[in-house]
C-alpha cells in the first residue's frame, strides 16, 4: 500500500513574532499548518483564535482555526505527521553580548526523537554563520540516527520580519534558503514556494545566516553614521534633519538613514554583535560593527544630555528634579513591540539624573514599572519624543507643551524657537 500523505504540511516551532505570521501565511495559502510552542496559555489562546501579533489580527487567525487550516500544540509528537519542520525561535544576546542559542538547542533535542525520514528542517532565527551545521545538524542526527542530507533535508532561511509593515510582508518578501547540500536547498525552497511569492536560493546555510547579518549591519553601520553626524551637527549648530533631507534628494549614490534615541528592535541592535562574535573564531576584528555598536549605544546618553542642556537653557531648570514625559517607548512609530527600545536606557539615565518621568504611548499601556499616562503635555517641564507615532497632534503638543526636545523631527513645520529643541 502507498504511505498516506503526511497531516500536515508545516509544522512551525515558535508561537512569537516569526512563527505566528509564517503559519499564518501558510494557511492562507492552503497548507496545513501546525504551530508548537512550549507556553500552554499560548497555545491555548491561539487555538481559541486569539493573537498576540499585531501584523496578525484575532478575525484572520480565527478564520484558519475555525476551518481546521491552523492547529497549535505543545506536543513534539505530532510533528511526526508533518512534511517540514520550521524553526522560528528567538535568539538573544547575553549580557556580555554572546550569542544565545538555548531556545535552538532545547527544540532541537525535542525535536530529534521525532524526526522522521523524508521531512524537511529549516532554521529561521537569526544566528551567526554556522549555525544550522554546527549546532542544529549535530543534535538532529545524534537524537533521531538519522543523517542529515541523507535521511532528511536541512537547510537555513533567515527570517525577515519587519513589525508593523503592509508593503512588505510574510508572504511578498522575498525567502533567501541555503541547504546543507543541493537536495536539502531544493527541498526547502519547495516548501516556502508553496505559500511565498519569491524564494531565492544560495548554496550553503552559511551564506543564508550571513545574509541576514550583512543586512542589519548594513542598516546599523548607516545609523550609526547619521547618529555620529548628529553629535557633531549639535556642536556645529547646523540641523542634521535639513541635512540628511537635502542629501536625500540625490537620484543615485545615496539612501537616507534617519538619526535616533538609539536603535531598538528584534534584528538590529543585536544581530552585528553575532557576526562580531563568530569573527573572534578566526582573529578577525570587525571594526565597523564594534564602532556602529559604540556610536548607537551612546546616543541615549546623549539624548539625555540634550534634554538637560534644553531645559537649562530654555527654562532655567535643572534635569534632576524636573518633571519630563517621554512620548513613545515603542521601538518604532505605530506598533507595541517595545523590545530593546532605546526608550528603556533613557528612562533609566533621566531617572538616575534626578528626574520625574513619566511616558505616554497609544500602543504600549505598561512598560517596566509604569504605565501610560495621559497626553498632557502642559503638565510636564519637557516632553521628549522618543517613538513619533503617527496618531499624534505635533502641532497641539507643541503649543501646549512648556518645552519640547524632538529626537524624530517629529514637530517638522511646527517649530517653535527656544521651546522645540532637536537631535
Known sequence: MPESPPLYDVAIIGGGYVGVPL????????????????????IAALNEGTSHI???????????????????????????QAHAVLIALPTPLSKQREPDLTAIERAATSLAPVLQ????????STTWPGT??????????????????????????????????????????????GGINEASTKAAAEVYRGALDTVYEVSTPEAAELTKLLENIYRSVNIALVNELAQLTDRMGIDVWEVVDAAATKPFGFMSFKPGPGLGGHCIPLDPFYLSWKAREFDFSTR???????????????????????????????????????LGVAYKPDISDSRETPAEKLIHLLRNAG?????HDPHVP????????????????????????????????????????????ATKGHEVDGKVWKL
Request: some cysteine.
Open 117 to 124: 525520514p523524508g521531512q524537511v528542517v529549516v532554521l529561521e
Open 366 to 409: 505598561e512598560f517596566g514599572d509604569l504605565a501610560s499616562v495621559a497626553l498632557e503635555p502642559e503638565s510636564y517641564d519637557c516632553v521628549a519624543i522618543v517613538t513619533n507615532h503617527s496618531s499624534i497632534d505635533y502641532g497641539d503638543l507643541v503649543q501646549r507643551a512648556q518645552l519640547v526636545v524632538d529626537f524624530r523631527n
Open 288 to 326: 565597523f560593527i564594534e564602532l556602529a555598536g559604540e556610536i548607537n549605544n551612546n546616543m541615549p546618553y546623549f539624548c539625555r544630555s540634550v534634554i538637560s542642556q534644553a531645559l537649562n537653557h530654555g527654562a532655567q531648570k535643572s534635569l534632576s528634579g524636573s518633571k519630563v514625559l517621554v
Open 23 to 42: 503559519a499564518t501565511t501558510f494557511a492562507e495559502a492552503g497548507r496545513r499548518v501546525l504551530l508548537v510552542d512550549i507556553h500552554p496559555g499560548l
Open 132 to 177: 544550522t551545521r554546527e549546532v542544529l545538524q549535530p543534535i538532529l542526527e545524534e537524537g533521531s540516527g538519522l543523517k542529515a542530507g541523507e535521511d532528511f533535508h536541512l537547510a537555513m532561511s533567515p527570517e525577515r520580519v519587519d513589525p508593523g509593515r503592509e508593503d512588505w510582508t510574510t508572504k511578498t518578501t522575498p525567502k533567501v534558503v
Open 54 to 80: 499585531e501584523d496578525v489580527s484575532s478575525e484572520r487567525l480565527g478564520d484558519l482555526v475555525r476551518n481546521g487550516s491552523l492547529v497549535a500544540t505543545t506536543d513534539y509528537e505530532l510533528i511526526k
Open 355 to 359: 528626574a520625574d518621568v513619566a511616558y
